[in-house]
């Protein structure tokens, strides 16, 4: 029973990890492409989605493959896999603070000023300071030795009441916005804004979810203490990790919703309903793509590799197909609701008699 529980949280987590991929990916090009002015703020909130989006890539590319099976790429992998994590909250308080309009306010500057030094004291500590052990050091389960102020490892120091304070002051700007400047600025800010601060609470849970293990993780290090890695502590890190990715993964439906529901990050004047329903597609592309992805990856290990390659191809096309057809119908039916229109006006008769009377008058 323990073993098919494990097949099932593996394929889940492949699963999640794809469909965040994905979704991150989308929405990060949907924001560059279709920005009217790819001002500062546009290219960070495009950019911090891009990043997100090829972080769970690299995520993607680890839970797939069979544990023991590259063991090698590990540290490359468990040094990476942090920066996002560090990143991830400042990016989202900048880009907020820009939406919001409250970064020519000198207490989000002072604010702005503190989380920026203390990002970059992260950033230093990570890829010069050494402050986390090396992937073997993990897998040896011996004490281990962290870099520590007073015996508190220093990264339980900085990173949870950095990534915390970037959270709570994204939401405390969202409370009190700057006015909208923008064209109908107010009504998008409306329609933006729930969405906004449901991911904002939800991204503030996975900050706590991670500041949580880490803090627990380094201390059960530092003491020997690391548990052996058991089919049933195998299940719980997987669940952990489940967890994370999906709480991210609501947080990027949410981010989502609020760009489309008013092109929030995108400069436009009006919202467009086509750009909704390619978000509601690509969502359902997302997901069954993932979830059959994750199948072939989780039950059909054992079948050699190009089977499985020509599987996602085969769905890939469908999917586009799919998608395809669907916006040419809905193509069809905006033609159909515009023509009792035109032909209440008669704008054919005047249309093709304007171009009669220029006809004849060419000819004279």
Known sequence: MSTILLYLLDWSIIAISFFNTIILLWLGLTVLFNAERRVAGTWVAGGGLLLGGLFFAGHSAVVGRVIGTFEAEMELWWRIGWLPFLAGPYLWYL??????????????????????????????????????????????????????????????????VYSLLCIVLALAALRRPAPSTRFMGELARRRAFPWLIAASAVLLLVSLAVGSAATWFLLQLMSGALPGLTLGALALLIGFDLVVAGLIAVAAIMIGQAIVSYEVFTGKALPRGGLQRHWRRSLI????????????????????AIYRLLLATVLMTFFVALLSWRSYADRERSIEQLRPFIRSQQLFDRLFAHTAQGDRKSVV
């Open 95 to 160: 880009v907020i603070a820009w939406y919001t309009g409250v970064l020519h306010l000198w207490r989000h500057r002072i604010w702005l000023l503190i989380v920026s030094l203390l990002g970059l004291s992260a950033l230093v500590l990570l890829v010069l300071g050494d402050p986390l052990p090396s992937y073997d050091e993990v897998v040896g389960r011996a004490a281990a030795s962290v870099f520590a102020l007073g015996g508190i490892p220093i990264a339980i120091l900085i990173y949870p």
């Open 285 to 304: 592309f997302a997901a069954g793509y993932s979830a059959l992805i994750a199948v072939s990856l989780t039950f059909l290990y054992g079948i050699d």
